[in-house]
């Protein structure tokens, strides 16, 4: 069992910046990829950015240029840079990383964290 703790969630002025941070905690399971999704009102849950223990990355287009992903595998850590927000990027953010024993692997998730962006 992998669990995820986010934090850095807030209230920004647009053109503003944040950082999320989300820790893993210990545990028996290999944790692969990392990454953030999130959920705007009335919409679907979708992938922010992404990243592996390998350190290749993935964002969503919305997102590129602005966002940057990163993560410190000693701390079980998984970082989101995000600058230039716009009230678009309102949602709330979660956490989420791939781990499991090496036979299979399973998807965990955060509570999630609350990114508001005013105009």
């Known amino acids: 069992q992998v669990q995820l703790v986010e934090s850095g969630g807030g209230l920004v002025q647009a053109g503003g910046s944040l950082r999320l941070s989300c820790a893993a905690s210990?545990?028996?399971?290999?944790?692969?990829?990392m990454g953030w999704y999130r959920q705007a009102p009335g919409k679907q849950r979708e992938l922010v950015a992404q990243i592996t223990s390998g350190n290749n990355t993935n964002y969503a287009d919305s997102v590129k240029g602005r966002f940057t992903i990163s993560r410190d595998n000693a701390k079980n850590t998984v970082y989101l840079q995000m600058n230039s927000l716009k009230p678009e990027d309102t949602a709330l953010y979660y956490c989420t990383a791939v781990a499991g024993p090496g036979t299979v692997n399973y998807r965990y998730w955060g509570q999630g964290t609350q990114v508001t962006v005013s105009s």
């Open positions: 210990r545990s028996t399971f290999v944790i692969s990829t």
